[in-house]
């Protein structure tokens, strides 16, 4: 029985050093709570912070968007106004809106032989517009794809392959 009650004052003297130690860096129950409140409050930081730089950026780019809607929208009115303005001017430069305008301004038509041509020294007169080439002339081509690009990685692997088996060949001959 001895025994045992010394067991036991062991043991309970082992428990109060254990709970001495413990109580001893445990810490007061305001002190963590304060410390949880703290990290919470500081993921919150966080996640506001992601959240602010997300919207910022959302922000710019919905920007960017209406920007980039606006000048499309912009191009396509001049894009209508030119071609109403050339519209305006192949009316005004037709045969028959022509022939009118002569005709209000005093001029008459006349017999194509009657005309009198004068030439005029130093005019070469219209410059015809060269759209391709005559026929029989042929263009040196140039490559535009140099020939390094056209080659396939099958092409270069094997040809890699092909010269190290020749250089192993003529290091054995």
């Known amino acids: 029985m001895t025994e045992s009650n010394e067991r036991t004052t062991r043991k309970r003297e082992r428990t109060r050093s254990k709970g001495w130690l413990t109580q001893a860096f445990k810490q007061a129950p305001w002190r963590v709570q304060v410390q949880s409140v ?5 993921a919150l930081m966080v996640v506001l912070i992601v959240a602010g730089v997300y919207l910022s950026i959302s922000g710019q780019a919905a920007a960017a968007g209406v920007s980039a809607y606006q000048l499309n929208f912009q ?19 037709s045969a028959a809106v022509m022939e009118q305008r002569a005709r209000d301004m005093g001029f008459e038509r006349i017999d194509p032989s009657d005309a009198v041509y004068v030439a005029v020294p130093g005019y070469t007169g219209k410059k015809s517009v060269v759209l391709a080439p005559p026929p029989g002339i042929v263009e040196s081509q140039q490559v535009i794809i140099k020939s390094a690009y056209r080659q396939s990685l099958w092409d270069w692997l094997f040809s890699g392959i092909n010269r190290l088996s020749e250089s192993a060949r003529g290091g054995n001959e």
């Open 75 to 93: 191009r396509q009115n001049l894009e209508r106004q030119i071609a109403d303005r050339k519209a305006q001017i192949a009316i005004l430069t």
């Open 38 to 42: 703290g990290l919470f409050l500081a």
